[in-house]
């Protein structure tokens, strides 16, 4: 047996106990994007080519509201600046891979995986290593895909008045949990979330994710640089 | 824009913000200080999710009122603040919110 097939079933083991919650996400996602009028294909295109589930709710979100394919394509970009953390911290561990493995890495790099193979990188120095992320990041892309397409059929027998789209707000609520025992982050989340319910009616476009991300994320700076002087 | 055209663009983004790091970046010209600022993206990017759809109704209006979803929301923070999963999370606000629609 080599070591990359180890190595590769190494990280499907070490993705799999994070992919629970990304089940009911993806029902979730699938169930929203019919309801909200994109075909069954178009829906399962949306998994295949994004392939991220904060993207994928906020190009659903924004664009039952109503919003410019330039303010979506935008504020997806938002909610994916954290991917250019993840690449950064990942990136000194891959820059001997060939331009094609960087590639088909990149397009692996959902946040369960970076989370795992964060770990092992960390403290595995083997050149196969990056099968770890290959191994998490095809676990995260097989339940994406098959919880989209049970989300496409059972979309068409869950009754609306279940409300489901209140999931929405909750999952991302609830990737928010590890950050409400910080002080500067729950300053951080109720700034972002009072400029965007008050700016949803004023900010032109539907920026509204775009200028409270923008605004928040200024505060966060002031707020970190305040608390080392204070130190 | 076609509604494809919208999907292969957000894609494109999503993929590249990955792929420009990896590729481009070599992890010195990211500092402490950006890496920390980098750190509250997503306390900075998803109550802008969250907010609206909880305290405003389909129109954009505030929904204040005999609004079952902010009494879900608080339940499920505080079941996710205890328990510090994400499952409990979004399984305690459906239910609360299922409890305060159906049976109140």
């Given at each position: 047996?080599?070591?990359?097939?180890?190595?590769?079933?190494?990280?499907?083991?070490?993705?799999?106990?994070?992919?629970?919650?990304?089940?009911?996400?993806?029902?979730?996602?699938?169930?929203?994007?019919?309801?909200?009028?994109?075909?069954?294909?178009?829906?399962?295109?949306?998994?295949?080519?994004?392939?991220?589930?904060?993207s994928?709710?906020?190009?659903?979100?924004?664009?039952?509201?109503?919003?410019?394919?330039?303010?979506?394509?935008?504020s997806?970009?938002?909610?994916?600046?954290?991917?250019?953390l993840?690449?950064?911290?990942?990136?000194?561990?891959?820059?001997?891979?060939?331009?094609?493995?960087?590639i088909?890495?990149?397009?692996?790099?959902?946040?369960?995986?970076?989370?795992?193979?964060?770990?092992?990188?960390?403290?595995?120095?083997?050149?196969?290593?990056?099968?770890?992320l290959?191994?998490?990041?095809?676990?995260?892309?097989?339940i994406?895909?098959?919880?989209?397409f049970?989300?496409?059929?059972?979309?068409?027998?869950?009754?609306?008045?279940?409300?489901?789209?209140?999931?929405?707000?909750?999952?991302?609520?609830?990737?928010?949990?590890?950050?409400?025992?910080?002080?500067?982050?729950?300053?951080?989340?109720?700034?972002?979330?009072?400029?965007?319910?008050?700016?949803?009616?004023?900010?032109?476009?539907?920026?509204?994710?775009?200028?409270?991300?923008?605004?928040?994320?200024v505060?966060?700076?002031?707020?970190?640089?305040?608390?080392?002087?204070?130190? | 824009?076609?509604?494809?055209?919208?999907?292969?663009?957000?894609?494109?983004?999503?993929?590249?913000?990955?792929?420009?790091?990896?590729?481009?970046?070599?992890?010195?010209?990211?500092?402490?200080?950006?890496r920390?600022?980098?750190?509250?993206?997503?306390?900075?990017?998803?109550?802008?999710?969250?907010?609206?759809?909880?305290?405003?109704?389909?129109s954009?209006?505030?929904?204040?009122?005999?609004?079952?979803?902010?009494?879900?929301?608080?339940?499920?923070m505080?079941?996710?603040?205890?328990?510090?999963?994400?499952?409990?999370?979004?399984?305690?606000?459906?239910a609360?919110?299922?409890?305060?629609?159906?049976?109140?």
């Amino acid at each position: 047996m080599n070591n990359k097939f180890t190595v590769f079933l190494k990280g499907i083991f070490d993705v799999s106990p994070l992919m629970i919650p990304v089940v009911p996400f993806g029902l979730i996602f699938g169930v929203l994007s019919i309801d909200i009028g994109f075909s069954p294909i178009e829906t399962m295109g949306m998994s295949l080519i994004v392939f991220g589930g904060a993207s994928q709710i906020v190009l659903l979100q924004l664009f039952s509201g109503g919003a410019s394919s330039l303010v979506i394509i935008s504020s997806v970009g938002a909610v994916n600046s954290r991917h250019l953390l993840y690449g950064a911290v990942v990136s000194e561990h891959l820059s001997d891979l060939k331009l094609v493995w960087k590639i088909v890495i990149s397009y692996f790099l959902v946040d369960q995986a970076f989370a795992r193979s964060n770990e092992y990188f960390k403290k595995n120095k083997d050149k196969h290593k990056y099968f770890h992320l290959f191994g998490g990041g095809i676990t995260c892309w097989v339940i994406w895909q098959t919880t989209t397409f049970l989300g496409i059929v059972l979309g068409a027998f869950i009754p609306e008045k279940l409300g489901l789209s209140f999931a929405v707000p909750l999952t991302f609520l609830a990737l928010l949990v590890n950050d409400f025992r910080k002080l500067i982050n729950v300053i951080v989340i109720i700034i972002s979330g009072l400029v965007a319910t008050f700016g949803f009616n004023y900010v032109p476009y539907k920026a509204y994710v775009i200028v409270a991300g923008v605004t928040a994320l200024v505060t966060a700076a002031i707020l970190t640089k305040l608390n080392k002087k204070n130190e | 824009m076609s509604n494809w055209l919208l999907i292969i663009y957000c894609g494109l983004i999503t993929f590249l913000t990955r792929f420009s790091m990896i590729a481009l970046l070599k992890k010195e010209m990211f500092n402490d200080r950006i890496r920390e600022i980098l750190s509250f993206v997503p306390s900075a990017i998803f109550p802008a999710i969250i907010f609206p759809a909880i305290f405003l109704d389909n129109s954009g209006d505030f929904q204040l009122e005999n609004n079952p979803k902010i009494m879900a929301a608080i339940i499920a923070m505080l079941i996710g603040i205890i328990s510090q999963n994400i499952i409990a999370t979004i399984i305690s606000g459906l239910a609360s919110y299922w409890f305060l629609i159906f049976m109140v």
